[in-house]
């Protein structure tokens, strides 16, 4: 017991000072302002911040991280400590401060494709591959990751914008014991639902945002991840999306742990848990987005 305490002290000291370190600088994804944006406040400006790998580690690849909060706030350790463990496989990785309630659907799902077009539209200058870059988020940060993985469009061609021009679409899809399902009242979170959607939404629109009705054949491969026991989102969310994966014959790893609460992001005191990040690091390599041993 003394020293599963004092390993929890030391990792968590470490972690707090790794917390501490300067952040990059925030991006805002619209300069001028963001579309549908109710004022000029930091909550207002959707922003993404750029963690760069070594140079000798990286790949070409890159991640938009988008943290959970139930669309209400923004977790942390659902960010920052995706991009540090990306990094260390050499992923690039942008953290997207999305907007949250008051903000409702589409400005959530704008600031995520924004964030995937800035990057795809960079490339060059971030020194990125442009047909190897994925989403990833965690509970209500999961959902808008399966809102990119079947809501993206091929850009418009004749915007005015640069960005604009270039596809939303991911190339991967990471999904941490995600929010997905808005119409099955049996699982649905409806703490998300409520902050993205309103009191009482249109019937027709919590069906579009119900994404596990809305994958394709061109959704991108899936990796996902959940725990049996999770109390706040249920496991069927993911159940649900990799069953409509399936009859899609979209490709997807899906690994669920019988132990687990809810917001582990990469479980550092878990010696169960904390094997995801290793699962999905195998699941990259597969997909071509590392380096193969």
């Not at 805002?28 to 944006?37: F, K, M, Q, R, V």
């Not at 795809?120 to 809102?147: C, F, Q, V, W, Y």
């Not at 010696?271 to 380096?291: A, V």
Request: proline share 7%; charged share 20%; glycine share 8%.
């Amino acid at each position: 017991m003394l020293k599963a305490a004092l390993l929890t002290f030391l990792i968590t000291t470490i972690t707090l000072a790794q917390r501490n370190e300067p952040r990059p600088e925030a991006i805002p994804l619209w300069p001028g302002g963001a579309p549908l944006a109710k004022g000029s406040a930091p909550a207002d400006i959707p922003s993404i911040q750029i963690y760069k790998p070594a140079q000798h580690l990286a790949t070409g690849a890159a991640m938009v991280v988008c943290p959970g909060g139930g669309y209400g706030g923004l977790a942390d350790h659902e960010g920052y400590d995706y991009a540090k463990f990306l990094n260390g496989i050499g992923i690039t990785v942008a953290v997207l401060k999305y907007r949250v309630a008051p903000y409702q659907h589409p400005a959530p799902m704008l600031d995520a494709s924004r964030a995937i077009r800035y990057l795809r539209s960079k490339a060059d200058e971030l020194k990125l591959d442009p047909n190897r870059i994925g989403i990833m988020g965690s509970s209500a940060g999961g959902h808008l990751t399966a809102t990119l993985a079947t809501h993206f469009d091929d850009g418009d061609k004749n915007a005015s914008d640069l960005i604009d021009r270039v596809s939303s679409r991911p190339d991967v899809a990471i999904l941490c014991y995600p929010v997905i399902t808005l119409t099955n009242e049996a699982f649905v979170h409806k703490g998300s639902r409520k902050n993205l959607l309103g009191e009482t939404p249109d019937s027709k629109l919590v069906e579009l945002m119900s994404n596990e009705k809305q994958v394709t054949a061109k959704t991108p491969p899936t990796f996902l991840f959940h725990t049996m026991d999770d109390a706040a989102v249920a496991v069927e969310n993911s159940i649900l999306f990799a069953e409509a994966l399936r009859k899609n014959k979209v490709p997807y790893e899906m690994h669920i742990y019988e132990h687990g609460r809810h917001g582990v992001g990469l479980a550092p005191y878990d010696n169960s848990l904390n094997s995801w990040p290793k699962l999905l690091e195998n699941w990259l390599r597969l997909r071509g987005f590392i380096k193969q041993m």
